[in-house]
């Protein structure tokens, strides 16, 4: 864990309530995909813990959905402004375990850390195939930037107003080697019950600290009490307690 200051270098809306933000400065503590960051904001006591979509040497990528106050006050931010930021928090995705033909699902805000995930699938030559879920087509966001990185892309809308209608589960491909999920725990749940192969999970959870200190993010699972911003916020299936 590192604290820095970092600087906004964009901050754009994606759709009506989800918005991209890139920042420049010291990325050094962010070395895997899966990890998130912790926002200080001005008047609120809590930080406001972020996923990150996308990061390189120099700048950190984030994509948050604007639902309170502080995502509202990120929404409002220009270029130039500072944020002091705790990144390299988390355990992040295992890529190891992939196998040469892993699926990615991604549900709404689960979807900005299967990005940089699936950025490093690719570059390692295995064959990714993402599923972006939503429920109606004004909410999708990242699907060409999948495509760009060369992934077999689905999208999934609950009212079937764009691409397969349904759940991320109603598009799982016939064969994969191993999967890899991010989104609300109900998503999540289907996706452990229709899943035939083992995977990792990352779970959102609302949280104190974001390092591990105050447990107010312990959830039970088979091999004892773990913190999701400390030991998770990713885990193996075998390990959940569903």
């Given at each position: 864990m590192k604290q820095s200051i970092f600087t906004i270098i964009s901050n754009e809306a994606l759709t009506r309530d989800v918005y991209k933000m890139v920042l420049s400065g010291?990325?050094?503590a962010v070395t895997n995909c899966g990890q998130f960051v912790n926002i200080q904001l001005d008047g609120l006591f809590l930080r406001r813990p972020i996923s990150v979509?996308?990061?390189?040497?120099?700048?950190?990528?984030?994509i948050y959905k604007v639902v309170g106050k502080g995502t509202e006050a990120m929404a409002g931010m220009k270029s130039g402004e500072k944020l002091d930021i705790l990144t390299g928090l988390g355990n992040g995705y295992d890529l190891t375990l992939s196998g040469s033909n892993p699926v990615l699902l991604g549900g709404g805000v689960g979807v900005p850390p299967m990005y940089n995930l699936a950025k490093k699938l690719i570059g390692e030559g295995k064959?990714?195939?993402v599923i972006l879920g939503f429920n109606t087509e004004s909410e999708i966001f990242y699907e060409n930037e999948f495509k760009a990185l060369g992934c077999d892309v689905t999208?999934?809308?609950?009212?079937?107003?764009?691409?397969?209608?349904?759940?991320?589960?109603?598009?799982?491909p016939a064969s994969y080697t191993?999967?890899?999920?991010?989104?609300?725990?109900?998503?999540?749940?289907?996706?452990?019950?229709?899943?035939?192969?083992?995977?990792?999970m990352s779970f959102e959870e609302r949280?104190?600290?974001?390092f591990g200190a105050c447990m107010g993010c312990s959830c039970k699972t088979l091999t004892g009490y773990k913190r999701i911003c400390k030991e998770g916020p990713v885990m193996k299936k075998e390990d959940i307690l569903w």
């Amino acid at each position: 864990m590192k604290q820095s200051i970092f600087t906004i270098i964009s901050n754009e809306a994606l759709t009506r309530d989800v918005y991209k933000m890139v920042l420049s400065g010291d990325t050094s503590a962010v070395t895997n995909c899966g990890q998130f960051v912790n926002i200080q904001l001005d008047g609120l006591f809590l930080r406001r813990p972020i996923s990150v979509c996308d990061y390189d040497a120099e700048t950190l990528t984030i994509i948050y959905k604007v639902v309170g106050k502080g995502t509202e006050a990120m929404a409002g931010m220009k270029s130039g402004e500072k944020l002091d930021i705790l990144t390299g928090l988390g355990n992040g995705y295992d890529l190891t375990l992939s196998g040469s033909n892993p699926v990615l699902l991604g549900g709404g805000v689960g979807v900005p850390p299967m990005y940089n995930l699936a950025k490093k699938l690719i570059g390692e030559g295995k064959k990714v195939s993402v599923i972006l879920g939503f429920n109606t087509e004004s909410e999708i966001f990242y699907e060409n930037e999948f495509k760009a990185l060369g992934c077999d892309v689905t999208v999934t809308t609950v009212d079937g107003s764009y691409g397969v209608k349904g759940f991320v589960t109603d598009a799982l491909p016939a064969s994969y080697t191993y999967f890899y999920t991010c989104g609300p725990e109900p998503m999540l749940k289907a996706v452990y019950k229709a899943t035939n192969t083992s995977g990792q999970m990352s779970f959102e959870e609302r949280m104190g600290c974001g390092f591990g200190a105050c447990m107010g993010c312990s959830c039970k699972t088979l091999t004892g009490y773990k913190r999701i911003c400390k030991e998770g916020p990713v885990m193996k299936k075998e390990d959940i307690l569903w």
